[in-house]
């Protein structure tokens, strides 16, 4: 991908969930919410301070996180459907 976000930004691809529950009942897209898991595609350098340094981020690419409902913008790069948020709005990371 050539995008690179800027500041403390994040690119992040949702991690589509399973189409049928635990007991083998198909979910229609319909009825699916959006997924609130996502594999970090893009990383900014980092927001900078008071004192002009930047600040590093936490986040890096392929890491697996977990963000809000609502949470980021839906841009359309390429042809894939990917979000841009801060990286203030993420919950944490999944780690393996």
Aim: negative net charge; charged residues 35%.
């Amino acid at each position: 991908m050539k995008f690179r976000p800027l500041h403390d930004r994040i690119v992040v691809k949702r991690i589509e969930q399973d189409e049928k529950t635990a007991g083998g009942i198909i979910i229609p897209d319909t009825a699916k919410e959006k997924p609130q898991e996502g594999k970090v595609v893009a990383v900014g350098p980092g927001a900078r301070g008071e004192d002009g340094k930047i600040i590093a981020m936490d986040v890096k690419a392929n890491d697996r996180v977990l963000f809000g409902k609502w949470s980021g913008t839906e841009v359309k790069i390429e042809g894939e459907d990917l979000l841009i948020m801060k990286e203030s709005d993420l919950f944490g990371i999944i780690e393996d």
